[in-house]
Structures are given as structure tokens and as C-alpha cells.
């Protein structure tokens, strides 16, 4: 069954710490993507990976970083965590190109993270 | 830029009701559409997906039609069940540069089922 695995399901951290939130897909999709959800908001792109090493920023990228050093794996990293910071983060992949799956994302379960 | 558009909720049905959820959307191209949905505490999964117009996607009960003249993708079922509550999301991927897809969601409906 195919899999995109989010380390952390729940974070409780402090304003100022530094926050890593890991993603692991083991369908050897190119293109990973971190979103933000909130009511109302729906979901907003943070930012998308097309290969390793490579990073765009999406619609809110202020406050966040990325790290992709691997295929699998695409970490979201919150340098300095502030209040407005509290969310659900949401993992996705994807494959490129044509075909059948072309545009369907795959997501993980969600980490929700609290800053106080 | 692409934007998807889809009506707001809750939508408080009864069970055994018919269900409508309307989804329109702007995108230059020829974008594949999809609806997601999410059960309480867990991420989205798809549940169909159209990728030329006039293309009818199906899944447990629920379809949607890609309709171009009208740039929508509504959401339909013909009879709810209390299990189908959770929140729908309406979504396109148009190509970009390289021939990755780029998502563009809507900002999603809850749906509330009642025994």
C-alpha cells in the first residue's frame, strides 16, 4: 500500500524554538509539496519540491524553509516559531508528467502543531 | 492564476438525502479536476478525478461531471450515509513548466449527515 508517512502526528513547542516536521513517501514520486490547513482557509501551499535538492516556494512561504537531500524525504522547517505558526501541516506527492496519476497528490495523515 | 471556487458549508443533510456540492473553477489549459475528502483526524485522500472534459469520475456512491462550457465539477450522491461526513474538497492540477502538475485547491465543505 502505497504510503506518505508525517513523523509527528501531534507538537507542542514554544515560541522562538526552531521546529523540524518530516515527511518520508515511499512511491518514488519526484514532486512533494507542504501545505498548511486552517478553517476557513482550506489548505495553502507552503512550498513544492520537484526533485532533490530542488525547493519553490508556494503561496506562504514567509516564516518556513525546506530541506529535500533525498527523493524521499522533504522536511518543513519552522526557524524560529511564532503564535500564528499553530496549524495542521499537511504532506503530499505526486507524480509528474502524463498518465493516469498525473496531478493526484497523495497525503499523509497531518501534524498538527501548537506554538505557545 | 488558476483558482477553484466551492460553496461553503456546513451542508446539515439527513440521511438518505441527495447530495450537491458545487465546485467552479478558473485555469488557462486543460486542468484535471479532482475531489478530495478528509475524515475527522486524518489527511485528504482522493475520491475521483476527471481529466477531459466531460469525463464522469465515480467512487462509493459519489460523481462529478468535468463540464468545460461551464467550468464546474460539482459533486453529487444520491443518498447520504452518517459515514460520509467529513469535508470535500475541490481541487485542479494544471501542467507547468517540466510537466509537473501544480494543485490548486478549494477552501473546502464540510458535510454534516444526521441519522
Known amino acids: 500500500d502505497v504510503k506518505v508517512t508525517q513523523s509527528s502526528r501531534y507538537l507542542v513547542k514554544r515560541t522562538g524554538e526552531k521546529v523540524f516536521l518530516e515527511c518520508v513517501q515511499d512511491m518514488d514520486h ?4 507542504w501545505y498548511r490547513q486552517d478553517p476557513g482557509l482550506g489548505l495553502r501551499l507552503i512550498y513544492f519540491s520537484y526533485d532533490v535538492k530542488m525547493k519553490e516556494k508556494g503561496d506562504i512561504p514567509e516564516g518556513y524553509s525546506v530541506s529535500r537531500e533525498k527523493k524521499e524525504r522533504f522536511s518543513l522547517i519552522l526557524e524560529s516559531a ?3 505558526q499553530t496549524s495542521m501541516y499537511l504532506c503530499a506527492s505526486s507524480r509528474p508528467g502524463q498518465g493516469s496519476q498525473a496531478g493526484e497528490l497523495f ?6 502543531l501548537t506554538v505557545l | 492564476g488558476d483558482s477553484v471556487t466551492q460553496m461553503e458549508g456546513p451542508v446539515t443533510l439527513s440521511e438518505e438525502a441527495f447530495l450537491t456540492i458545487n465546485c467552479t473553477y478558473t485555469a488557462t489549459g486543460y486542468p484535471s479536476l479532482f475531489w478530495y475528502v478528509q475524515y475527522p483526524g486524518e489527511g485528504l ?3 475521483l478525478k476527471a481529466t477531459k472534459a466531460d469525463d464522469k469520475g465515480s467512487n462509493k456512491g ?3 461531471t468535468y ?3 461551464t467550468t464546474s465539477f460539482h459533486l453529487e450522491k444520491g443518498s447520504v450515509q452518517v459515514s460520509d461526513s467529513a469535508v470535500y474538497f475541490c481541487a485542479l492540477s494544471s501542467p507547468a513548466a517540466g ?3 501544480i494543485p490548486t485547491f478549494g477552501r473546502g465543505t464540510s458535510l454534516i449527515v444526521h441519522p
Open chain 1, 30 to 33: 519526484e514532486n512533494m509539496f
Open chain 2, 62 to 64: 459519489f460523481e462529478a
Open chain 2, 45 to 47: 485522500q482522493l475520491l
Open chain 2, 99 to 101: 510537466g509537473s502538475y
Open chain 1, 107 to 112: 497525503f499523509g495523515e497531518g501534524s498538527r
Open chain 1, 82 to 84: 511564532s503564535t500564528n
Open chain 2, 67 to 69: 463540464r468545460k462550457e
